[in-house]
């Protein structure tokens, strides 16, 4: 069946890179394009970014230049790496696969970052 | 971007009872309303898309209903499983962004 799994940090200092990774099982990132989804404490969900099936990237105006996703199809992985964290970048961070028009069927559990100074 | 307001934020009700969550687009989506179950430690449920469509495997006590700009989800006989956090996304245009989140709580 389906899976996505998010893996990453725990902790990040003020400023520094975060790196998560999102391996996929059950389907072909070929096929589906996977999203990037973020939850701060207690707030709602905040779209991020996407890793579109044929290869190209999407992105949140509201993260500028800081985020950057990638994917390594041969290991079924998509990466998310955004730079120069805030406090505020605190969050739930999930991956997602878009079933059709921007809807999605299938999450990971998610991966809780927490931006330390 | 569209900006979807969903309410009540908050909702207390009883198993066997039934609860409507509402959600509002900033403009027209046409149809395009999906549904979201969150629990802890679990991964987020679709629930719903395109404003009434049942994804499979959820139950047939969950309904959608609404077009253009104003969504209800309906939940009838409540179990206990059904008590989360719900919350609505517009997949109608780039990029989907959701409502702010409703939580249903055991009265």
């Known amino acids: 069946q389906v899976q996505l799994k998010e893996t990453g940090p725990d902790l990040v200092q003020l400023t520094q890179t975060l790196s998560i990774t999102c391996t996929v099982s059950g389907c072909s990132l070929t096929t589906y394009n996977v999203h990037w989804v973020r939850q701060p404490p207690g707030k709602g969900l905040e779209w991020m970014g996407a890793?579109?099936?044929?290869?190209?990237?999407d992105y949140n105006s509201a993260f500028k230049s800081r985020l950057s996703i990638s994917r390594d199809t041969s290991k079924s992985q998509v990466f998310l790496r955004m730079n120069s964290l805030q406090t505020d970048d605190t969050a739930k961070y999930f991956c997602?696969?878009?079933?059709?028009?921007?809807?999605?069927?299938?999450w990971g559990q998610g991966v809780i970052v927490t931006v330390s100074s | 971007d569209v900006q979807m307001t969903q309410s009540p934020s908050n909702l207390a009700a009883s198993p066997g009872e039934s609860v409507s969550i509402n959600c509002k687009a900033s403009?027209?989506?046409?149809?395009?309303l999906a549904w979201y179950q969150q629990k802890p430690g679990k991964a987020n449920k679709l629930l719903i898309y395109?404003?009434?469509t049942l994804q499979s495997g959820t139950p047939s006590r969950f309904s959608g209903s609404g077009s253009g700009t104003d969504f209800t989800l309906t939940i009838r006989n409540l179990e206990p499983e059904d008590f989360g956090l719900y919350y609505c996304q517009q997949h109608n245009e780039y990029p989907p962004t959701f409502g702010a989140g409703t939580k249903l709580e055991l009265k």
């Open positions: 403009k027209s989506i046409s149809k395009y």
């Open positions: 890793m579109w099936n044929g290869g190209g990237t």
């Open positions: 997602a696969r878009e079933s059709i028009l921007y809807h999605f069927d299938y």
């Open positions: 395109s404003g009434s």
